[in-house]
Structure formats: C-alpha cells, structure tokens
Nanobody, 126 residues
C-alpha cells in the first residue's frame, strides 16, 4: 500500500522560505510521477510542480516558476518542494501526490494521481 507523508509546513513571513518533504513508502517508485498540489479554501486543488522519479525532469505552474524547486532523493524515497520568496497568496494546504503508471492523463490534472498525502498547511503572513 502506497503511503505519502508530508511535513515541513508552517507559518512564515512574506519573502521567507520553507521546504516541504514527502516521504513515500509501499512501492518501488521508479516509474512514478510525483507532484505537489495546493488547495485554497473553497477551491479545487491546483497543480504546483511535478517530477519524474526516473528521469528527474520537472515542470512548474507559472505562478511558482522561479521561486519553487521540486527535487527527489532516491535513497530516501522522498520528494521535496523548496519554496522561496513566499507570498501571502501562496497560503494554502499543500499535498503530495503520486500516480500509478502508466498514466495517460496530463500531469497537471489532479485526477491523474492515485495516491495523496494528508496535506500540510503553509501560511505566509504579509
């Protein structure tokens, strides 16, 4: 059973940084795509970033490009989201997600992903 456990959320001032972690277990993730989504109150989850576990290729939402970096540590089965230059509008619950290959749905759609973490709150104060 695949499990994803996020950590690293919290309260930070605008302009500050946070690093989120997603520890994955229960499978060999070589062919998986891992992603981060976020959800604002009353809104659907929106794509933030994704990484191919095998190739390390990445993609980002325009709203975070240049500020956020997704990475993975194969030895630790952990995916990270380094968030710099945080803005109040980044305040949301952040979720880690993993698909179950093969996956034909575009990576920026939440319905592609079969496994989700519990979410971690990120609050950016102005």
């Amino acid at each position: 059973q695949v499990q994803l456990v996020e950590s690293g959320g919290g309260l930070v001032q605008a302009g500050g940084s946070l690093r989120l972690s997603c520890a994955a277990s229960g499978s060999t993730f070589t062919n998986y795509t891992m992603a981060w989504f976020r959800q604002f109150p009353g809104k659907e989850r929106e794509f933030v970033a994704r990484i191919s576990w095998s190739s390390g290729s990445t993609a980002y939402a325009d709203s975070v490009k240049g500020r956020f970096t997704i990475s993975r540590d194969n030895a630790k089965n952990t995916v990270y989201l380094q968030m710099n230059s945080l803005k109040p509008e980044d305040t949301a619950v952040y979720y880690c997600a993993a698909d179950r290959p093969p996956a034909s749905i575009p990576f920026f759609l939440s319905r592609r992903y079969d496994y989700w973490g519990q979410g971690t709150q990120v609050t950016v104060s102005s």
